[in-house]
């Protein structure tokens, strides 16, 4: 939950922009919506977090307390939404593909497959960190039998498809 305004004619507004696949924080004054806006990707770790500035009558001042008050607003929405991006290559390469593969389709019984293929890559604070970005899970929600036999190789596959697919990855 957001920090209440410092000030009573100040506020936030938080919008996806699905054309941009990012978040748009939005400071706003009781009579200037809009003021700066911070724009957050979330899909593709290569684009950075920016600001637009926008002052469409003129100047108008903001007080550096509530400044201060939007700027912890954004880093905690960039926290949370781009923390994935600060994993190692091969587990930011892995949550994209991911990404993209339970959109497509993501089955229940796909979890010990996927339990089986990060742990063979990655350290366990990262398949950890993985799954719940992807998932939003817990690991230890997805631990059961071993997977069936080709049922990794099946997933790195339609990972790779996924990869390839969005041009985000090596595949």
């Known amino acids: 939950m957001a ?41 593709d770790p290569g684009r950075e977090p920016s600001f637009c500035l926008a002052a469409p009558e003129g100047d108008h001042h903001v007080p550096h307390e509530v400044m201060r008050w939007f700027m912890d607003e954004v880093a905690e929405e960039i926290r949370v939404l781009r923390g994935w991006t600060g994993l190692p290559p091969a587990a930011v390469d892995t949550v994209v593909a991911l990404r993209e593969v339970v959109a497509d389709g993501w089955d229940d019984g796909d979890g010990p497959a996927l339990l089986a293929l990060l742990s063979g890559v990655l350290p366990a604070d990262q398949v950890a960190a993985v799954v719940l970005e992807v998932l939003s899970a817990d690991a230890a929600t997805l631990t059961g039998p071993p997977p069936a036999p080709g049922a990794v190789a099946a997933l790195r596959e339609r990972m790779t498809g996924a990869g390839w697919g969005s041009g985000t990855t090596d595949g």
Do not use: F, K, M, N
Not at 27 to 32: A, Q
Not at 35 to 40: D, K, M, V
């Open 3 to 43: 920090d209440p305004a410092p000030h009573p004619d100040y506020g936030v507004t938080r919008v996806y922009a699905l054309s941009e696949d990012a978040w748009r924080i939005e400071l706003d004054h009781r009579e200037t919506r809009c003021l700066i806006t911070a724009i957050i990707p979330d899909e």
